[in-house]
């Protein structure tokens, strides 16, 4: 590296022959030894050890040649960033290192994806045999509210345990309420189990997307997100094809053992290839310094939202005591919520200087509305193809194929755009605007000639859902420092999961509502009207062939209620991209924090060393030891020269 003159330079040396490098910032000064920080660009993140070189003011004689501060006096300090030296992430991390780690991460986005795919064209069957039709969209209620629920503390136990144990505990949770799943006799029992699998995959979603920040700059971020983008609608395009097999074939218990065998590769691969050390510290002490009380408003808020939101209209009425009674006691238990998190909480979940971020607010109302989106299709588009268009759930499976492979091509080409450019705000606008169309233009499914028009209007809405997976999640990053990283990446998910529970919930009151109301107004007899409430795939049991016409026909009409409704949540998400600020991806420091007196306290009783957001946190590891002494002892000597 070039000096910045004969006496003040940043260098870079080996250290202690592991191949590593460090980057030293030299502050000189004439009264006082000069400072050098060194951090040594290795695959870890432990913060224990840090060093303080300090030279001889001899060394830094001349220190005129630095730009003096107008207030202090005091030069300013020429720093090389972590950033700036892994510009390009791969070319500076042997691929040996990340490659092996990335797989691993992929792996396991993998098993929790296919999940999440497979189980939409398995629910008319599984609704079928439980004679519980009517209850398929509690199905994913259940899992949703167990996903969020559970959402801040995983990314609050990986930074205190570490990322690879809080893995490894998601992972079990997942396999076991998917093998309790598959042996499930009841609805309810199988409720119950969707809702572990929930706790499990969870922890698997956010702490993905908490590892690649800590793998990689956020200048590449867009690049590696979106090929997990690609990871996930690899699996979404496996799971409906692959569990419509299985439904058709062999059993629907198969579409949930089958993750047992994922997780045989996957737990395996975790475990040799991702090489991230564990913090260290009093177990209790880590314990305690988890937001307990947060997490369980947390709970009760995805609880008190999203259940009755679904049960309204479907299995009690919009008036009922239940209904009404869990919605107002959502309201308190935000008061409450907000109010811990605000006064109590010594590590809180969520931040409160966080929500005076802009980019922040609008990125997580937008997941809002995508999750509301994307999942609402992903949810009924199988069910539309099997009771609609008549289709086995593998064809409806393979159906859905235009919109996987629309979102695999998008999400990937988007990130490489955004590590290539450093922009992401134009591919959010690009993305949305396109999910509209697409999403209108699903309203002329039924109408559509041929299935060529289905695969291109399937492929519009997987264009623009695409790019919204690499863009917001590296957005979001990008607008916050390093210490909320962790933060920020679990309630992009816990956001985008809510929507997605309050769009599957909202559609499915408006799709029964439709359909149970419409079956009164016709002239379909008693019996079959309630045939075909209990299960949409028992309408070909219905002997007369002009009701059970009749009985298809509002069934079609029932589902273009969704559709509809599908419209605007699209809208507000293009809306809402107008609210995002551009933040520079290949920025030399940390996004500009948030000028709140709730962020100066965060900061001022800080135990953790920040470092920009924009920094690889598995290339800054320290050198050794004494970091706090020989940081404090610094500060004492610079403050004197102030004086």
């Keep these: 590296m070039a000096n910045n003159s004969g006496d003040a330079s940043q260098r870079s040396s080996n250290n202690n022959g592991t191949g590593s490098k460090d980057t030293e910032i030299i502050v000189a000064n004439n009264d006082l030894p000069t400072t050098t920080a060194s951090h040594s660009i290795h695959p870890s993140y432990s913060r224990s050890n840090s060093t303080i070189v300090t030279t001889s003011p001899a060394e830094a004689a001349d220190s005129s040649s630095f730009e003096k501060d107008p207030e202090s006096g005091l030069p300013v300090v020429q720093e090389k960033t972590a950033d700036e030296i892994l510009a390009q992430t791969v070319e500076t991390l042997p691929l040996r290192q990340l490659l092996p780690a990335f797989l691993g991460v992929a792996l396991t986005m993998f098993m929790a994806a296919v999940d999440n795919s497979i189980v939409s064209t398995a629910l008319p069957k599984i609704g079928t045999e439980f004679m519980a039709s009517n209850k398929v969209e509690l199905v994913f209620t259940c899992y949703v509210i167990t996903f969020n629920a559970f959402q801040g503390l995983y990314g609050k136990m990986s930074n205190v345990f570490g990322r690879k144990p809080t893995v490894f505990v998601a992972m079990t949770f997942f396999v076991l309420g998917s093998i309790l799943s598959g042996v499930s006799q009841s609805m309810n029992m199988f409720l119950a189990c969707r809702a572990i699998t929930g706790i499990g ?10 590892i690649i920040a800590d793998l990689v700059s956020i200048r590449d971020r867009g690049k590696f997100q ?25 059993s629907w218990r198969w579409c949930f053992w089958i993750q047992v065998a994922l997780a045989i590769i996957t737990v395996p691969t975790m475990a040799i290839m991702l090489k ?63 109010y811990v998190e605000a006064r109590y909480a010594k590590n809180p979940i969520v931040p409160p200087y966080l929500w005076r971020n802009r980019n922040v607010r609008t990125l997580l109302c937008l997941n809002i509305f995508m999750g509301m989106t994307f999942w609402s299709l992903m949810f009924y588009l199988p069910i539309y193809f099997q009771i609609i268009e008549h289709e086995s759930a593998t064809s409806a499976g393979l159906t859905m194929i235009p919109l996987e492979a629309g979102i695999f091509i998008a999400s990937n080409v988007v990130g490489i755009l955004v590590s290539k450019f450093g922009k992401f705000k134009p591919f959010i606008f690009a993305g949305t605007a396109t999910a509209v169309v697409g999403i209108g233009l699903c309203l002329v499914l039924a109408d559509a000639s041929s299935k060529a028009v289905q695969v291109v209007i399937l492929f519009i809405c997987g264009c623009g859902i695409g790019p919204l997976f690499p863009c917001l999640i590296v957005a979001i990053q990008a607008s916050v420092e390093r ?9 992009n998910n816990f956001f985008r999961m809510t929507g997605s529970g309050f769009g599957v919930a909202i559609n499915g009151a408006l799709f029964q509502n439709y359909l149970n109301n419409a079956l009164q107004r016709s002239n379909v007899p008693q019996e ?13 049991e219905i002997p007369d062939e ?29 809306v809402l991209t107008f609210g995002v600020q551009h933040v520079r991806l290949n920025a030399k420091t940390a996004a500009p924090p948030t000028s709140s007196a709730d962020e100066k306290e965060a900061n001022s009783t800080s135990t ?12 800054v590891t320290v050198t050794s030891a004494d970091t706090t002494a020989s940081a404090a002892a610094t500060a004492a000597e610079m403050e004197e020269v102030k004086k």
Excluded at 231 to 242: H, K, N, Q, R
Excluded at 483 to 491: E, F, H, R
Excluded at 528 to 540: D, H, M, N
């Design 608 to 619: 953790t060393t920040t470092s920009p957001a924009n920094t690889p946190l598995a290339h």
């Design 483 to 491: 210490k909320d990283l962790a933060t920020v990446s679990t309630l």
């Design 276 to 338: 991230l050390p564990r913090p260290k510290g009093n177990i209790w002490e880590k314990i305690v310094s988890i937001d307990w009380a947060g997490t369980f408003f947390m709970a009760l808020l995805a609880v008190f939202l999203l259940l009755p939101t679904n049960l309204g209209g479907n299995l009690f009425p919009w008036n009922s005591a239940l209904v009404i009674t869990m919605y107002a006691l959502a309201i308190p238990t935000i008061i409450a919520f907000l």
């Design 546 to 574: 002009e009701f059970r016409r009749v009985v298809e026909d509002i069934y079609l009409r029932s589902m273009k209620t969704v559709f509809t409704a599908l419209i605007p949540m699209a809208a507000m998400m293009f």
């Design 528 to 540: 079959w009207a309630e045939l075909a409430k209990s299960s949409a795939q028992r309408i070909v």
């Design 226 to 250: 979106g090929f997990i983008s690609a990871v996930f609608a690899i699996s979404a395009l496996v799971g409906p094809v692959m569990g419509g097999a299985f439904v058709d074939k062999v």
């Design 201 to 210: 995959a969870g922890g698997i979603f956010s702490l993905s997307n908490i």
